[in-house]
C-alpha cells in the first residue's frame, strides 16, 4: 500500500528566506514522487516529479526537490521565497508492485501550507 | 491541447438530495480518476477508470456514489443521497496511459456544498 505523511500542516516563512517542506513515503518497488501545489479556489498544479535517474530534481517557479531512498524522503525546497508562493502543498506517490504492475493512482499527503510574510 | 474539463464549477444542494458531476478528459486519454478533497486535506481516490473499465474503485462510498465512463471517454459521478460530509471538491484527472510515467491532468473540480 501507498502512503504520504507531510511532516508539517502549516509553514510560516518571511519572503526571501529560504523554506522546506518535509515529505516522507512508504511504497512498494518502484515510485514515482509529486509535489504539486494549489491556489485557493484553483486545481492542482505540478511544481515537479521525479521519476527516475537524478535525486535532485528541479521544478517551475525556483523551487527542486531531492528523492532520498534510504530516508524514503522527497522534500520540496526554495531558496527564497515570495509572497506569491503563498499556496498549499501536496506531495504525492505512486508506483509498481513488484510484478512491476503500476498502480496509476496518486495517493497524497494531507497537504502543507505555506504563508510567506512580507 | 484542451485541459480537463469539469462542471459545474460550484454546486449547493441540501442533505438526502442527488447531485451530479460531469468530466471531459483530454482527448486520447485511457485512464481517468475522480477524486474527493475535503477541506484541509488531501485529495483521495475514490475511482479509477481504464478506458470504460473500472480499475480500483476500493474506496468509493457505494451506498450512495455511482460513477460510470461510457464509451471510453467522458465520465460522470453521481451522489444520491447525498449527506452533509459528502461537502468537498470533486477533482477529475486524466492520463495518457497509466502509471506514474504519464502526466496526470487535473481538472479545477467541483465544489459541492450539502446544507
Known amino acids: 500500500a501507498q502512503s504520504v505523511t507531510q511532516l508539517d500542516s502549516q509553514v510560516p516563512v518571511f519572503e526571501e528566506a529560504p523554506v522546506e517542506l518535509r515529505c516522507n513515503y512508504s511504497?512498494?518497488?518502484?515510485?514515482?514522487l509529486f509535489w504539486y501545489v494549489q491556489y485557493p479556489n484553483q486545481g492542482l498544479q505540478l511544481l515537479l516529479k521525479?521519476?527516475?535517474?537524478?535525486?535532485l530534481v528541479k521544478g517551475i517557479n525556483g523551487f527542486e526537490a531531492e528523492f532520498n531512498k534510504s530516508q524514503t524522503s522527497f522534500h520540496l525546497r526554495k531558496p527564497s521565497v515570495h509572497i506569491s508562493d503563498t499556496a498549499e502543498y501536496f506531495c504525492?506517490?505512486?508506483?509498481?508492485?513488484?510484478?512491476?504492475?503500476?498502480?496509476?493512482?496518486?495517493?497524497f499527503g494531507q497537504g502543507t501550507i505555506l504563508t510567506v510574510h512580507p | 491541447e484542451a485541459g480537463v474539463a469539469q462542471s459545474p464549477r460550484y454546486k449547493i444542494i441540501e442533505k438526502r438530495q442527488s447531485v451530479a458531476f460531469w468530466c471531459n478528459p483530454i482527448s486520447g486519454h485511457a485512464t481517468l480518476y475522480w477524486y474527493q478533497q475535503i477541506l484541509g486535506q488531501g485529495p483521495k481516490l475514490l475511482i479509477q477508470?481504464?478506458?470504460?473499465?473500472?480499475?480500483?474503485d476500493s474506496q468509493l462510498p457505494k451506498d450512495r456514489f455511482s460513477a460510470e465512463r461510457l464509451k471510453g471517454v467522458d465520465s460522470t459521478l453521481k451522489i444520491q443521497p447525498a449527506k452533509l460530509e459528502d461537502s468537498a471538491v470533486y477533482l477529475c484527472a486524466s492520463q495518457a496511459g497509466t502509471g506514474g510515467a504519464y502526466g496526470y491532468t487535473f481538472g479545477s473540480g467541483t465544489r459541492l456544498t450539502v446544507v
Open positions: 521525479y521519476l527516475s535517474g537524478s535525486t
Open positions: 511504497s512498494s518497488v518502484s515510485v514515482y
Open positions: 504525492a506517490v505512486t508506483g509498481a508492485n513488484a510484478g512491476g504492475t503500476s498502480y496509476g493512482k496518486l495517493t
Open positions: 477508470f481504464q478506458n470504460n473499465g473500472v480499475v480500483d
